[in-house]
C-alpha cells in the first residue's frame, strides 16, 4: 500500500535534531523524498544516514533560516534533484529565556530573526518554488507560547504570536495558487531544544534542580505527561499529506490540553 506522502518531495528546517528529525523519518516512512535542512550541515547528513540506512530518500541541505540567500540555494539544490517542493516545513526554531525586565535588544533580535523572519523568508521562497505549479502545502511551528504570554520568554512568544499571524497571511495570500498555509502548536516535547531550556532557566533562577521546568511545565498536561516527538507526527502527517486538502489557516494546538482555545 501506498504512504500517504508518496512521491512527495518535502523540506523540513531545523531537521537535525528533535520533532524535525522525527517528522523526517516519518514523512520519509510514508513515502516522502526529504530535503533534512539544518543549520547544521553534519546534524543534517547524520539524519540523512539514518534514513538512507532505512531505505529512505533524504537529501542534507544546510542554512540559516534568517539569511535569504542561504535558504534560496538550500531549496534551489533540493528542487534540482527532487524535481518539485510539495510541501515545506517551517519548523526551525530557539528560545533563550530572559525574564521580562531583563530582555535585551540582542536576545530579541536573535530569537525574532530565526522563529519569525525565518518562518517568513521560508514562506516567501517555499511558495515561489510552489506556485509555478499551483499547489503546495506550508506547515509552520507554532507553540503554546504563540497563544500565551509566559514571562521568562517574552521575545519567544512574540515570536510564534507571528508565526501564527503569517500563517494567517499566507493563507489569504496563496490561496489563488492553491497553496495552503497552515500550523500546529505543541506544548511541552522532550526534545535538546527543552532540555536546554530547562538549563537555562536554572540559570537565570526559575528552577532550583534539573527538570524542575520541565515538570512545572508538565503540570497542567490533561494528558499527564509531556509530548515526544512521534506524538506530533500523525498532525504532521496529516498536514503534509491530501487529507488536509481543504484546511488553511489555521493553528492546530496539540499539547495535551495545556491551552485550552
Given at each position: 500500500?501506498?504512504?500517504?506522502?508518496?512521491?512527495?518531495?518535502?523540506i523540513i528546517t531545523g531537521a537535525g535534531s528533535g520533532m524535525g528529525r522525527v517528522f523526517a523519518l516519518g514523512l520519509a516512512r510514508e513515502g516522502a523524498t526529504v530535503g533534512v535542512l539544518d543549520l547544521r550541515?553534519?546534524?543534517?547528513?547524520?539524519?540523512?544516514?539514518?534514513?538512507?540506512?532505512?531505505?529512505?530518500?533524504?537529501?542534507?541541505?544546510?542554512?540559516?533560516?534568517?539569511?535569504?540567500?542561504?535558504?534560496?540555494?538550500?531549496?534551489?539544490?533540493?528542487?534540482?534533484?527532487?524535481?518539485?517542493?510539495?510541501?515545506?516545513?517551517?519548523?526551525a526554531g530557539f528560545n533563550e529565556p530572559q525574564p521580562l525586565l531583563e530582555v535585551t535588544e540582542e536576545n530579541w533580535r536573535a530569537i525574532m530573526d530565526v522563529n519569525a523572519l525565518g518562518t517568513l523568508i521560508?514562506?516567501?521562497?517555499?511558495?515561489?518554488?510552489?506556485?509555478?505549479?499551483?499547489?503546495?502545502?506550508?506547515?509552520?511551528?507554532?507553540?503554546?507560547?504563540?497563544?500565551?504570554?509566559?514571562?521568562?520568554?517574552?521575545?519567544?512568544?512574540?515570536?510564534?504570536?507571528?508565526?501564527?499571524?503569517?500563517?494567517?497571511?499566507?493563507?489569504?495570500?496563496?490561496?489563488?495558487?492553491?497553496?495552503?498555509?497552515?500550523?500546529?502548536?505543541?506544548?511541552?516535547?522532550?526534545?535538546?531544544?527543552?532540555?536546554?531550556?530547562?538549563?537555562?532557566?536554572?540559570?537565570?533562577?526559575?528552577?532550583?534542580?534539573?527538570?524542575?521546568?520541565?515538570?512545572?511545565?508538565?503540570?497542567?498536561?490533561?494528558?499527564?505527561?509531556?509530548?515526544?516527538?512521534?506524538?506530533?507526527?500523525?498532525?504532521?502527517?496529516?498536514?503534509?499529506?491530501?487529507?488536509?486538502?481543504?484546511?488553511?489557516?489555521?493553528?492546530?494546538?496539540?499539547?495535551?490540553?495545556?491551552?485550552?482555545?
Amino acid at each position: 500500500m501506498a504512504g500517504r506522502v508518496e512521491g512527495k518531495a518535502i523540506i523540513i528546517t531545523g531537521a537535525g535534531s528533535g520533532m524535525g528529525r522525527v517528522f523526517a523519518l516519518g514523512l520519509a516512512r510514508e513515502g516522502a523524498t526529504v530535503g533534512v535542512l539544518d543549520l547544521r550541515r553534519e546534524a543534517a547528513e547524520a539524519v540523512c544516514e539514518e534514513l538512507v540506512a532505512q531505505g529512505l530518500k533524504g537529501m542534507p541541505l544546510a542554512a540559516d533560516v534568517s539569511k535569504r540567500e542561504q535558504v534560496s540555494a538550500a531549496f534551489d539544490a533540493f528542487v534540482d534533484e527532487a524535481g518539485q517542493l510539495d510541501v515545506l516545513f517551517n519548523n526551525a526554531g530557539f528560545n533563550e529565556p530572559q525574564p521580562l525586565l531583563e530582555v535585551t535588544e540582542e536576545n530579541w533580535r536573535a530569537i525574532m530573526d530565526v522563529n519569525a523572519l525565518g518562518t517568513l523568508i521560508g514562506t516567501q521562497e517555499g511558495a515561489r518554488r510552489m506556485i509555478p505549479r499551483k499547489e503546495g502545502k506550508i506547515v509552520n511551528t507554532s507553540s503554546i507560547a504563540g497563544r500565551q504570554g509566559y514571562p521568562s520568554f517574552a521575545p519567544y512568544c512574540a515570536s510564534k504570536f507571528a508565526v501564527n499571524a503569517l500563517t494567517q497571511a499566507a493563507a489569504r495570500a496563496l490561496a489563488e495558487h492553491n497553496i495552503t498555509c497552515n500550523a500546529f502548536a505543541p506544548g511541552v516535547v522532550d526534545t535538546p531544544l527543552w532540555a536546554k531550556l530547562d538549563a537555562d532557566l536554572m540559570a537565570i533562577g526559575d528552577a532550583q534542580e534539573p527538570g524542575q521546568a520541565m515538570a512545572d511545565f508538565a503540570a497542567g498536561i490533561l494528558r499527564g505527561r509531556v509530548a515526544t516527538g512521534e506524538d506530533l507526527l500523525g498532525t504532521a502527517l496529516y498536514l503534509a499529506s491530501s487529507d488536509s486538502d481543504y484546511l488553511t489557516g489555521q493553528v492546530i494546538m496539540i499539547d495535551g490540553g495545556m491551552v485550552l482555545v
